[in-house]
């Protein structure tokens, strides 16, 4: 997966490139997709909802530019498979997830592997872990209609912070960067997310 599918398609940062070669990828995924949990596509993760391709994880994670001594803020745990990619790279994770059956089983999957750095909890993601700001890395996992405001106020500063933002088909992934009090936003990449649903997402 990191030979074929990351690093020929521009994923050079080691810690990423690390993480992905080291978390195994299909204990996130159902027992029936076990086989296909290394393939270069997503796959459902059960609730319809899906766990991305493996160059999209990549691409996010390597997006943060994560040294290693951050707290980071997860919206969309799903199977909980890029909160784990992180979790080896940063100094600790809080993850939301709107969906508890997604929780449990995320949760159970993070004992297994000693992944004690992970924080997560059921709640509308889109209105961010305001306790446990700021945070100096936000990535959110679900296509939104915009970038939730509470998101960019508990970013640090510095921070960076990476969505989809588009219509509910397709998405363009997004940086936002604080800096010295200054914000700016740059597209990484046309992304198809499944949808961003709370207070400051998509009401349906
Ligand atoms: N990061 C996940 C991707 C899961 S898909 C993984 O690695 O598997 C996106 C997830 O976002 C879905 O599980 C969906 O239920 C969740 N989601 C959507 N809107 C949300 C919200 N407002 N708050 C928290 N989670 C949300």
Not at 105 to 132: C, E, M, Q
Request: glycine share 10%; net charge negative.
């Amino acid at each position: 997966m990191v030979e074929e599918q990351l690093i020929p398609r521009g994923i050079y940062d080691p810690a990423t490139l690390a993480a992905m070669g080291t978390v195994p990828r299909h204990l996130f995924v159902e027992d029936a997709m076990q086989a296909r949990a290394y393939g270069d596509y997503p796959l459902p993760i059960g609730s319809g909802q899906t766990i991305s391709q493996p160059f999209i994880v990549a691409l996010m994670t390597q997006a943060l530019d994560l040294q290693g001594y951050e707290q980071v803020l997860e919206i969309g745990t799903g199977s909980g498979y890029q909160a784990a990619i992180l979790s080896q790279i940063c100094e600790r994770i809080y993850t939301i997830e709107r969906i508890d059956s997604l929780v449990g089983r995320a949760r159970k999957i993070f004992d297994r592997l000693h992944y004690h750095n992970i924080v997560s909890r059921i709640d509308d993601g889109t209105i961010g872990w305001p306790d446990k700001s700021p945070f100096d890395a936000i990535l959110v996992t679900a296509g939104g209609p915009k970038i939730p405001q509470p998101l960019i106020e508990q970013l640090g500063d510095p921070g960076r912070l990476v969505i989809p933002v588009g219509n509910q088909l397709v998405q363009e992934l997004q940086l936002l960067e604080k800096k010295d009090g200054e914000i700016s936003t740059r597209t990484i990449e046309q992304v198809r997310f499944v949808n961003l649903i709370g207070t400051h997402g998509w009401q349906n």
